[in-house]
DNA sequence: TGTACATCAGTGAACGCGCGTTCACTGATGTAC
DNA sequence: TGTACATCAGTGAACGCGCGTTCACTGATGTAC
């Protein structure tokens, strides 16, 4: 699971976000800290007010170190958001792999609500992974990253739905893929958000989309 | 319906963020000029490398007289949220108003597309209304007309939704309420994004959203 | 209708600040023999 | 096991730039009589 999802790290960027990777262990652990201090800083002063300098005093460095291992502050962001999609699409691609989309209804909705509490659970554990959450909207490097992730859930989800609806058009079980998994998002992300409304509102939206696809065929 | 609309922009902000109202013609149209040169900048430059300067200079100004109206860029990408919120929060209300929401499913599914349409178009419509969109999710003055908007419109929503299901819990209306405004705000937001699923989506999002409603007692 | 004055709209020039980034360097760690 | 050397990790100090913002001002518009 973990080395398809790795695939699009490959794609060689038009600009220069290429990070060095550590050979030592100091090296390693330096990596660490400045992730873990942008992750910190997303939250306490937000995503505009960020700059190379602030990481590099908040991970205990000075600006030329933190240069040594990554060219500007998006290639930080590029590091933590795809660490982020990672460990979403991990978690769904295990959920499908353990037949989280086969059943009887009943079931299919108690495995999705499960998907997306994890989900949930995954980018709070993440350091900043609310806050990266949001900024992969706008910022175009993080934006490529969140589309190939959805990319990745789409094609996945299109492989289960093709046996389970062999006579639907391939096109419709497309858009039927993308529409659940955003939907399937934006209710992670008001739970993200909102940590009162979590359960309730990903109940429904498991619900929610298990009704689509029960409807798929009858339309 | 504007003017219900209205009442969220007298909320007092925390940090100055108050426009100047324009008083002659001159000033008024400076003032549009403005929001317009800020829509262009958005999508040609992007958020993050907007400024007050450069705002000014596509304006066709010098910086001292932006900040005659404005007083720092904040408060410009502010009124253009506000004002493309109210755009889309106007189709709703009327949408809602005319009866979109009631009627048989196939009815309710073909006045959903049509809804879901016509926000697409004018967030097409409004300077930058593309990038505005996503650049609210994650500025935090931003986000508070995000917000301010969806509470509208659920309680917009669930003022129908009462009348139409009498015996679901109150509790449960609003979460539903919440999930269908976003779910649908997704949809559309994929729209805009991607003219070539637009159709599809959309079609498929409403029929989704309407099937859920339909479910709603059932369960 | 014309003039005097008040108010409004916009300018030119400059400011201090923090940004991203680079330089030549010193100290720490690993490796060969 | 000890030493010499190569490589890696991190520093101190500084840079040029564009940012947001302000000042004292000039020119344009509106208004009273």
Redesign the interface.
């Known amino acids: 699971l973990a080395k398809e999802a790795k695939v699009r790290q490959k794609r060689p960027p038009s600009v220069d976000l290429d990070t060095k990777s550590p050979l030592q262990d100091r090296s390693r652990s330096t990596f660490e800290a400045v992730l873990a201090a942008t992750g910190e800083l997303m939250r306490d002063v937000?995503?505009?007010r960020l700059s190379t300098n602030m990481i590099a005093e908040r991970a205990g460095l000075t600006p030329p170190a933190l240069y040594r291992y990554f060219p500007n502050k998006y290639a930080v962001l590029k590091e933590l958001a795809e660490r982020l999609m990672q460990a979403q699409d991990d978690v769904v691609f295990e959920w499908i792999a353990n037949g989280g989309m086969d059943g009887e209804p009943d079931e299919r909705i108690a495995k999705t609500i499960w998907v997306y509490g994890r989900v949930v659970d995954v980018t709070r554990a993440q350091p900043g992974g609310v806050f990266v959450n949001?900024?992969m909207?706008?910022?175009?490097v993080l934006r490529q990253v969140r589309v190939d992730s959805r990319e990745l859930v789409v094609r996945n989800v299109m492989e289960r739905l093709r046996l389970r609806y062999p006579t639907v058009p391939e096109?419709?079980l497309e858009?039927?893929a993308?529409?659940?998994t955003?939907?399937g998002?934006?209710?992670i992300?008001?739970a993200v958000e909102e940590p009162d409304?979590a359960d309730?509102?990903l109940a429904?939206?498991a619900?929610?989309?298990v009704?689509?696809y029960e409807?798929l065929t009858a339309?």
Chains 1, 2 share one sequence.
Do not use: H
């Not at 909207?137 to 175009?140: C, I, M």
């Open positions: 937000g995503f505009e949001r900024v909207r706008v910022t175009p096109a419709r858009t039927a993308r529409l659940t955003e939907a998002t934006a209710a992300e008001i409304l309730d509102i429904e939206a619900r929610m989309v009704l689509y409807g339309y």
